[in-house]
């Protein structure tokens, strides 16, 4: 019954830009901070931003520090990931998850409890 949908993903030229989205059902998104993560073929998931349940605070990963954007829309249940200046490096499976405040850090994908399935974001040179 929770289920968490990605879209937004494909293909694009490095230099591009996409906008992930992430719609929640059967859970409401407020009492929850929410984290994006990555993987690719033959690596770990990875973690890339995260916004606070209140959308004050957000952090991100060195590695897309000043290119990516995440935000929140409560309103409508959903969270985005703006994605600019994409690099080939960046293609991956893009991941987004809900976390209980306090429970654990961001950083870590055992932090999280709910999981989409992912979209897939491929970038070429």
């Known amino acids: 019954q929770v289920q968490l949908v990605e879209s937004g993903g494909g293909l694009v030229q490095a230099g591009g830009s996409l906008r992930l989205s992430c719609a929640a059902s059967?859970?409401?998104?407020?009492?929850?901070?929410l984290g994006w993560f990555r993987q690719a073929p033959g690596k770990k998931r990875e973690f890339v931003a995260a916004?606070?349940?209140?959308?004050?605070?957000?952090y991100y990963a060195d590695s897309v520090k000043g290119r990516f954007t995440i935000s929140r829309d409560n309103a409508k249940n959903t969270v985005y990931l703006q994605m600019n200046s994409l690099k080939p490096e960046d293609t991956a499976v893009y991941y987004c998850?809900?976390?209980?405040?306090?429970?654990?850090?961001?950083?870590?994908?055992?932090?999280?409890?709910?999981w989409g399935q992912g979209t897939q974001v491929t970038v070429s040179s």
């Open positions: 998850a809900t976390r209980h405040p306090g429970s654990g850090s961001h950083f870590y994908t055992g932090s999280y409890n709910y």
């Open positions: 916004i606070t349940w209140s959308g004050g605070s957000t």
């Open positions: 059967g859970l409401t998104i407020t009492s929850y901070a």
